[in-house]
């Protein structure tokens, strides 16, 4: 079935390195995108979104890149700090397909080593 | 920065029981949702309410499930009769418009850490 996915669960990086975190979907029809992290016990914290319109989109320290052609959305994160350190979750919708859904991937944790 | 407020943090119930979760959403939005987090797993959509009416449902909202906003500032998810699997971590969220809409943001809440026994 059609879903949403990541490459990696666990990434693990040295403080102030920049990081890269994938995700892989396979629903076509999707075009609208976002990133939540997800510090322990906490609930989903908004990161960044992208149209399908678009391949980069760029905030603090953070951008999104988004290939169409291969399905692929990733987030970096520059110069990495410890409070990054969290769940990373990309998930998906389709903009007026009559849902409000979105649909989430399994989340790659990552880790920020000293 | 204003923030979704959930309440219990944590609730441990029976099987068979009925659990309500309350939510107070950000005072101007106008769409809410309930979403769901089995341990170690992803973060699932339940529903969504919109001008007081529900309107979308996933697959796992079925007839044991419902909400209410019983007044201008509460949102609330019941359970009927909870069953061991409903044990999740589950997040109220809301938006100022609809998903996916330009300038949108989704605010998620802390969570209600559902344990049925």
């Known amino acids: 079935g059609e879903n949403v996915g990541l490459h990696l669960p666990t990434l693990s990086v040295q403080e102030g390195d920049n990081s890269i975190i994938n995700c892989a979907y396979s629903?076509?029809?999707?075009?609208?995108f976002i990133w939540y992290k997800q510090e322990s016990g906490k609930g989903p914290q908004f990161i960044i979104d992208?149209?399908?319109?678009?391949d980069k989109r760029q905030g603090q320290r953070v951008t999104v890149l988004l290939n169409k052609t291969v399905k692929h959305l990733s987030l970096q994160i520059a110069a990495t700090q410890p409070g990054d350190s969290a769940v990373y979750f990309c998930?998906?919708?389709?903009?007026?397909?009559?849902?409000?859904?979105?649909?989430f991937g399994k989340g790659t944790h990552l880790i920020i080593q000293p | 920065e204003p923030e979704v407020t959930q309440t219990p943090s944590h609730q441990v119930t029976q099987m068979g029981q009925e659990v309500i979760l309350r939510c107070v959403p950000i005072?101007?939005?106008?769409?809410f949702y309930w979403y769901r987090q089995i341990l170690g797993q992803k973060v699932e959509f339940l529903v969504s309410?919109?001008?007081?009416?529900?309107?979308?449902k996933s697959e796992i909202f079925d007839d044991q499930f419902s909400v209410e906003r019983p007044d201008g500032s509460n949102f609330t998810l019941k359970i009927r009769s909870t069953k061991l699997e409903d044990s999740a971590m589950y997040f109220c969220?809301?938006?100022?418009?609809?998903?996916?809409?330009?300038?949108?943001?989704?605010?998620f809440g802390e969570g209600s850490w559902l344990t049925v026994v």
């Open positions: 969220a809301s938006s100022e418009r609809g998903q996916g809409a330009s300038g949108n943001t989704i605010y």
């Open positions: 629903n076509s029809a999707s075009d609208y």
């Open positions: 992208i149209r399908s319109n678009m």
């Open positions: 998930a998906e919708k389709v903009l007026g397909g009559g849902a409000d859904g979105l649909t």
């Open positions: 005072s101007n939005h106008l769409y």
């Open positions: 309410f919109y001008n007081n009416e529900i309107s979308e």
